[in-house]
């Protein structure tokens, strides 16, 4: 009869499938018996008790490889020679890799399908690093920035024996600054109600097939502002739609971190915090940044606020709001924790946990804004409990903590999830973020969001040349042609080659003359 009520109560707090929840402990129950009777590190990262931890960085110097066929194979030798525990499949040279590994000693391997067979083998691993995944050394249980240098010399174990498949490369975008597959559209399969609930009920089976985090609708362009999406538990980018729609994509550029939600709160908050803020991963020098985080979001972005530490480097969050988040922990939560199946995020929202208790041991920095959005609508017939939007407790949501460090309140009389679509909800959100402005002067800007030239341009062309005629080519125009005043030594040097003062020495300048060239009258491009 317990277990049956702690299952009413986990189903009732965060909407999920009760279906879901049982298959979630039948297969942990499977990953338990497998372990004991034949351990692998493959099966135990898949237990949630298990001590994963997230690996991340860039292949680098890459040189003669097949484009269309490189990963890197992470390998142990704790249970089994030579046992390959995750693998990372990636497009491109300078391209970033991600693994989720539980505790241990591992030698990443890149490896190319250099003799095109369809298959990686022991003689086509092009480079590698060895690592040591420890507590004591890794306690956020996060390694970003772990690069591979190719030019880096990495001796092979004689023992090593490797064959796999090379998975057949999918229809997905290429882009100049983020890893292949980051630029979607909310309608994709990746951001479905199945991946939302894969993330929540087995995490390492999710990050399996999205192990990055990060996704963008759109190539990068550094004059827009970005705005950062963090969605709850068992959800996705998808729940932000209504919000997108009706944001100014001329000015702003919308992120994602579509994580895997039943991950512990703490590792996730240091994942979002080396991505988004550390400035090592997403370089966004003075351009401010805005962070919209929905339910549980709440709690991943203002941990991860926490890991700033004013370098000079770090991002320069410029506002957060958090919407219907338990911003004073759920007491269901501890409840759930007595069940058969323990998702790590539910322990850290119980407001006597570890994590709530630290939520707050560093100020927000002095030049945020934060706005906090609380919602009061309960539609369910049966009513359990306190106030709530059905989910969360209104006294969580506007604990006394998170009043006092905000700027703003506003409350909306809708439910936990129909916020988000809510129009005066949506006019408030909107209107915060359009507050951000980009730091740049306002006729640079004119020029900025005219956008570029859509020609169809040869293979004489450099790539980032290329985007900057499509995407800038207006703002280009005006600054040769003295329209608008360069603002840094780089448009200074670039208005010189334009005018054969100064030779061209950058991609962008040797294109944009030969563009010039080519297209003397671009009035009707």
Not at 77 to 84: A, G, I, M, T
Not at 413 to 440: C, Q, W
Request: a negative charge; aromatic letters at 10%; hydrophobic letters at 40%.
């Amino acid at each position: 009869m317990v277990r049956q009520n702690l299952l009413v109560i986990v189903v009732f707090l965060f909407g999920m499938s009760g279906c879901s929840y049982l298959g979630s402990t039948f297969k942990q129950a499977g990953f338990s018996a497998l372990q004991k009777q034949s351990p692998t590190q493959r099966v135990y990262k898949h237990m949630l008790e298990a001590d994963n931890f997230f690996v991340f960085g860039k292949i680098e110097n890459g040189k003669g490889l097949n484009e269309e066929a490189m990963a890197v194979v992470a390998v142990s030798d704790l249970y089994q020679r030579s046992e390959v525990v995750d693998i990372s499949h990636f497009s491109r040279n300078n391209s970033f890799y991600g693994l989720n590994l539980p505790a241990g000693n591992y030698q990443l391997l890149v490896v190319s399908d250099l003799n095109h067979d369809g298959y990686y083998d022991e003689t086509e691993v092009v480079g590698g690093r060895s690592v040591a995944l420890e507590l004591a050394t890794i306690p956020t249980k996060v390694l970003g920035d772990f690069s591979i240098d190719l030019d880096t010399p990495f001796t092979l174990s004689s023992a090593f024996v490797f064959h796999q498949e090379v998975r057949k490369s999918e229809a997905l975008a290429e882009s100049l600054f983020f890893p292949k597959g980051s630029i979607r559209s909310l309608d994709d399969e990746i951001f479905s109600k199945r991946m939302a609930t894969l993330g929540m009920y087995e995490p390492a089976a999710f990050l399996e097939e999205a192990p990055m985090m990060f996704y963008a609708l759109e190539e990068d362009l550094g004059y827009k502002v970005p705005v950062v999406f963090i969605h709850g538990i068992d959800g996705s980018a998808r729940d932000f739609a209504d919000i997108v729609a009706q944001l100014d994509r001329s000015r702003y550029r919308p992120w994602f971190f579509f994580y895997p939600s039943g991950n512990d709160l703490s590792q996730l908050s240091a994942m979002f915090y080396d991505i988004f803020l550390s400035g090592k991963t997403m370089t966004l020098g003075n351009m401010p940044m805005v962070i919209v985080a929905h339910s549980m979001g709440g709690l991943v972005a203002r941990d991860a606020l926490n890991r700033l530490s004013g370098k000079e480097r770090e991002t320069k969050v410029a506002r957060l709001i958090t919407i219907a988040s338990p911003l004073g922990g759920h007491p269901a939560a501890a409840m759930a924790a007595q069940g058969p199946v323990v998702i790590p995020s539910w322990g850290d929202v119980d407001p006597n946990s570890k994590f709530m208790h630290r939520l707050r041991r560093q100020k927000l920095p002095a030049d945020l804004e934060y706005h906090l959005i609380y919602a009061f609508g309960n539609e369910k017939t049966v009513k359990l409990g306190e106030n709530s939007d059905g989910v969360v407790p209104l006294s969580s949501q506007l604990c006394s903590e998170a009043q006092n460090e905000s700027t703003t309140q506003f409350g909306f009389n809708d439910t936990h999830t129909g916020i988000l679509s809510n129009h005066e909800a949506l006019r408030r959100i909107l209107a915060i973020i359009e507050t951000v402005k980009a730091p740049f002067p306002d006729d640079h800007m004119q020029e900025l969001v005219k956008g570029g030239y859509k020609v169809a341009l040869g293979d004489e062309y450099s790539p980032l040349g290329k985007y900057c005629i499509e995407n800038v080519g207006h703002w280009l125009d005006a600054l040769a042609a003295g329209r608008i005043a360069p603002i840094d030594p780089m448009h200074t040097h670039f208005v010189r080659a334009c005018r054969g003062e100064e030779s061209p020495d950058t991609p962008v300048e040797k294109s944009w003359i030969r563009f010039v060239k080519e297209y003397p009258q671009r009035d009707s491009l």
